[in-house]
């Protein structure tokens, strides 16, 4: 079983995307057995919200369906993930400044992609669409790097 935790700054829009994109693709493809898939914050500013409108409208539009809670990320869950994929530079900053975290399980999702960036943020831009392609993007080579690296035994 892997554990991987999409990580942005208020866990309303990017990574619970990440994660239930990430999710759709798995049930698609017969793994979903082989995860255990959450996301998190690195900030308390959106904890006990539900996904961003908005973020919940792209998501159905691709027919993607699912929740969230906003939460930010523990201590406990840190240590237990095999992976932490965050969104953008600040994010990983923000997970490389804590104590004691595992420097080597931090990627930022689109660094997987042959074109390495960050996820773009829509909390301003309103642009929705550009961040889904950029996780879908991050998420299909990310589970192509598993798979070449034998992960998924
Ligand atoms: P997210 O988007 O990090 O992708 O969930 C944001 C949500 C909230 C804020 C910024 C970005 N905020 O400033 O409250």
Same mark, same amino acid.
């Given at each position: 079983?892997? %554990?991987? &935790?999409?990580?942005?700054?208020?866990?309303?829009? /990017?990574?619970?995307? #990440?994660?239930?994109?990430?999710?759709?693709?798995?049930?698609?493809?017969?793994?979903?057995? %082989?995860?255990? @898939?959450?996301?998190? #914050?690195?900030? +308390?500013?959106?904890?006990?919200?539900?996904?961003?409108?908005? #973020?919940?409208?792209?998501?159905?539009?691709?027919?993607?369906?699912?929740?969230?809670?906003?939460? /930010?990320?523990?201590?406990?869950?840190?240590?237990?993930?095999?992976?932490?994929?965050?969104?953008?530079?600040? +994010?990983?900053?923000?997970?490389?400044? @804590?104590?004691?975290?595992?420097?080597?399980?931090? $990627?930022?999702?689109?660094? $997987?992609?042959? +074109?390495? /960036?960050?996820? #773009?943020?829509?909390?301003?831009? /309103?642009?929705?669409?550009?961040?889904?392609?950029?996780?879908?993007?991050?998420? &299909?080579? $990310?589970?192509?790097?598993?798979?070449?690296?034998? $992960?998924?035994?």
């Amino acid at each position: 079983m892997l %554990k991987i &935790t999409f990580v942005c700054l208020g866990n309303i829009c /990017r990574s619970p995307m #990440a994660e239930l994109i990430f999710k759709n693709m798995l049930e698609k493809q017969g793994l979903s057995d %082989k995860f255990e @898939i959450t996301s998190s #914050a690195t900030s +308390n500013y959106e904890t006990g919200n539900p996904i961003y409108y908005l #973020a919940q409208q792209i998501l159905s539009k691709h027919n993607i369906n699912g929740s969230h809670t906003a939460k /930010r990320i523990s201590k406990q869950e840190l240590a237990s993930s095999d992976f932490i994929l965050v969104m953008d530079s600040e +994010n990983y900053q923000d997970i490389m400044r @804590i104590n004691g975290v595992d420097k080597n399980k931090v $990627f930022k999702l689109c660094d $997987f992609t042959s +074109n390495p /960036r960050d996820v #773009a943020d829509p909390w301003y831009t /309103r642009d929705f669409e550009t961040t889904y392609n950029d996780i879908l993007d991050g998420c &299909t080579s $990310f589970l192509e790097y598993l798979k070449s690296n034998n $992960f998924l035994k």
